[in-house]
């Protein structure tokens, strides 16, 4: 018993000096946690009180102010209240107020500021919060919390502590004194062992430890290695996302392993204008989002050559180096002549697949020339895949449903590579997915892919429940993995996004200046609003939908005729295709006959403009605008959205947002609309004109955070990283079987 004292007075002197020293520390510690969350109390006091008290400090109604900010002081832990004028004068106070507490001087507290003043009543937290008005600063509201409840709760931290110590003291001390008396010797054998470098840490520095323990100690370092590296991967929420952690993705995790992108559209074109080679980026949402991509990872991008001049500038195998300013990647180019374009692509992927995975009630054509086309080309496409391969397991992102059949076409020739599939349009029910007459091919041509995406996880329910109704599998639905072929794929959610920050905002002139140049080109007055709409000239676009819209806002809110117009920008699209070139005709006539309507000669309430636009000219519509609307009737995610609020750095604007978005999930702080219902969209349009600009600014800056944080680098990341995650696991699992099959093979020796 004397010798377990031994042990237990010394663990009694460290615990209470352990008590001594850490109770002060937690009580500094708490007091700190707490002014943090009154800091954050007043700061959201401050905002929700900003509106009404700018109202009333117009009214100049003193009695009302002291009445207003006798209710807000009803809170137990809000003692006083007090403004603070632009000239430092105490304009309203409640009867609370200490007089200690100044405008000016040595105890006063300026904008954004907090501070702890000692009063004879006790402590008291003071923060200074600014009020905005319409015409700028009106002044600071005083704040003044009372601290006599954080010192209650101090004082309970410390008895709470003191008693923790007791019981820790009380535990420890009761199991040394039984492990003691039941294994005393070898206690002390073992704490010998371990000073002298034997026992555990012997085993890790003796190398000529057993040949039996070789295997396992490299099995165990294996082991620890990727379980690192997977942890590493799982802080992906504290990763800041740019090109270089993109770069840092492939050289840590992927080993600098090439990637090759596949998709039907170019990021570059170049034309033959005015007999000379012009480079034009096209407006689609498959290239903002991946451009930046290979800038940031190199590598090749495979793609469909069909500019005027592109033959003229590419070596003898196809490539040319872009960007044209600054050159780090490569597009590889595969030519495909009209009349397999006709089939391909304008048969059998837009008159076939898009309405079919589109719900906007437009008949999906199915023909069996098209097929046949459609399958030539992907074939066409899947072996430039392996023309381009370097390896034998390269990463390889195929974009979109022009090219359903690749993934199982390069699986065929390369079983190694890594095949990442994103499907950029939503995926239908099973039951009108079976339309096509070839759907089971589609499904198994997709399912050659390793990792298959979608935008949101209610298209990859629709995918995996379509794939459940029509082919043999086995279906992990908690892991959303499908096994296929003796194949796993990996079917997940990946909501593409755009780059942040853009870079065509680099040379970009101010809002303001956008505003004027706006109105410039448009002949509007200076004040005069101005909505956009920017995308394709597609039936899924909803344009026909927004163009009524505004009709029925100026039928119910006339004072709008003349101080309002729309400004749709329609690139061309698929004009080849008779149920475009009819929409392109309904457009047109609609637009017509609201002009006819409502305009003068002075005023178009519509300006339609059915022509390409180059990126600067878009960004500028973005920043001068007041408003835009994105009325989809169906769409995957559609990034005109988070284009325009990522130009809206001046954080003003109203987004108009379709529910039938995949971007209406991910910023709900727009104006979400169904736009099918037209008075709904015109009370949305109304809306956004006379909305405050303090509305504005905190529905802007809300969206333009959820931007930033979920860029294109993000969603291009978390595909590397699942790959990377995929490619360990499959190294793992080769080593295991090679080593399954020595261990075998040295067992019948």
């Not at 101080?563 to 070139?581: D, L, M, N």
């Not at 969206?703 to 990377?724: C, H, T």
């Amino acid at each position: 018993m004397r010798l377990s004292l031994r042990f237990l007075f010394p663990l009694a002197l460290v615990l209470a000096a352990l008590a001594y020293a850490v109770i002060p520390l937690v009580d500094s510690l708490t007091l700190k946690w707490f002014v943090k969350d009154l800091e954050i109390r007043a700061e959201l006091v401050g905002r929700m009180v900003e509106g009404p008290l700018g109202d009333l400090l117009v009214s100049e109604s003193k009695t009302k102010l002291v009445a207003y900010f006798n209710r807000i002081i009803q809170d137990e832990r809000l003692f006083a209240i007090g403004f603070c004028d632009r000239n430092n004068r105490v304009l309203v106070k409640t009867f609370t107020y200490p007089d200690a507490i100044t405008c000016e001087g040595t105890t006063t507290v300026l904008t954004g500021q907090t501070a702890l003043v000692q009063l004879p009543r006790g402590a008291v937290h003071v923060s200074a919060v600014g009020i905005e008005g319409n015409s700028g600063p009106l002044g600071r509201l005083m704040l003044v919390h009372d601290m006599s409840w954080v010192q209650r709760r101090s004082s309970d931290t410390k008895r709470y502590l003191f008693y923790l110590f007791a019981v820790i003291g009380a535990v420890i001390s009761s199991v040394t004194v039984l492990v003691a008396h039941l294994s005393w010797r070898g206690w002390v054998t073992g704490v010998r062992a371990m000073l002298r470098g034997e026992g555990f840490i012997a085993l890790k520095k003796d190398k000529h430890h057993g040949p039996e323990l070789q295997p396992v100690a490299k099995d165990l370092r294996a082991l620890i290695h990727d379980l690192e590296a997977d942890k590493r991967m799982r802080d992906e929420s504290q990763l800041s996302w740019k090109p270089v952690t993109l770069k840092s993705i492939l050289h840590d995790h992927l080993a600098g392993d090439e990637v090759l992108i596949v998709s039907n559209r170019e990021p570059y074109i170049h034309n033959w204008q005015d007999g000379a080679i012009h480079v034009q980026v096209p407006a689609s949402g498959v290239v903002t989002a991946l451009e930046p991509i290979m800038r940031a990872c190199s590598g090749v991008w495979i793609a469909h050559g069909n500019g005027s001049a592109d033959r003229d500038v590419v070596d003898a195998r196809g490539h040319v180096r872009v960007p044209p300013d600054a050159p780090s990647f490569d597009i590889r180019r595969v030519w495909i002549t009209p009349e397999e374009e006709a089939g391909y692509y304008y048969g059998f992927a837009n008159e076939g697949i898009w309405p079919l995975c589109h719900l906007a009630h437009v008949r999906p054509v199915f023909r069996s020339a098209d097929w046949q086309q459609y399958k030539e080309i992907n074939e066409r496409f899947a072996l430039t895949v392996v023309e381009e391969a370097k390896t034998d397991n390269p990463v390889v992102l195929i974009q979109d449903f022009h090219l359903a059949l690749v993934p199982k076409m390069v699986r065929d020739h390369l079983p190694n590579a890594t095949i990442i599939t994103f499907w950029h349009i939503p995926w239908p029910n099973p039951e009108r997915y079976a339309i096509c007459p070839w759907y089971v091919e589609i499904l198994e041509g997709l399912l050659g892919s390793s990792i298959l995406g979608f935008h949101t996880r209610f298209h990859c329910s629709n995918f995996i429940n379509t794939v459940d109704r029509s082919l043999e599998t086995r279906i992990d639905w908690d892991s959303s993995t499908i096994s296929y072929g003796g194949k796993l794929t990996a079917v997940n959610p990946y909501p593409i996004s755009i780059e942040w920050p853009s870079r065509a905002l680099i040379h970009q002139p101010s809002v303001a200046e956008c505003r004027r140049r706006i109105r410039e080109i448009y002949a509007l007055p200076t004040d005069h609003r101005v909505a956009l709409g920017i995308e394709r000239l597609d039936y899924t676009k909803g344009i026909l939908e927004r163009f009524l819209a505004a009709e029925r806002l100026l039928e119910l809110e006339p004072q709008w005729i003349g101080r309002f117009t729309f400004v749709q920008i329609a690139a061309p699209s698929r004009s080849k295709i008779e149920e475009y070139a009819q929409f392109k005709e309904q457009v047109l006539a609609l637009a017509d006959r609201i002009n006819t309507r409502f305009g003068t000669e002075t005023y178009r309430p519509i300006h339609l403009l059915i022509q390409h636009h180059d990126v600067q000219d878009v960004m500028m519509h973005y920043r001068g605008a007041d408003l835009c609307v994105v009325s989809s009737l169906h769409d995957g995610m559609n990034l005109v959205a988070k284009e325009f609020v990522a130009a809206r750095d001046d954080e003003q604007g109203v987004l108009i947002l379709s529910q039938f978005t995949g971007a209406a999930s991910e910023l709900p702080d727009a104006l979400v609309v169904n736009p099918y219902n037209i008075d709904q969209c015109a009370a949305a349009m109304h809306l956004a004109l006379t909305m405050p600009p303090t509305e504005q600014r905190a529905r802007m800056r809300s969206m333009r955070g959820i931007v930033q944080e979920f860029n294109v680098f993000r969603w291009a990341g978390r595909m590397l990283m699942d790959a990377a995650r995929m490619r360990q696991r499959a190294r793992v699992e080769r080593q295991t079987s090679a080593r399954n099959v020595r261990t075998t093979t040295g067992g019948q020796a």
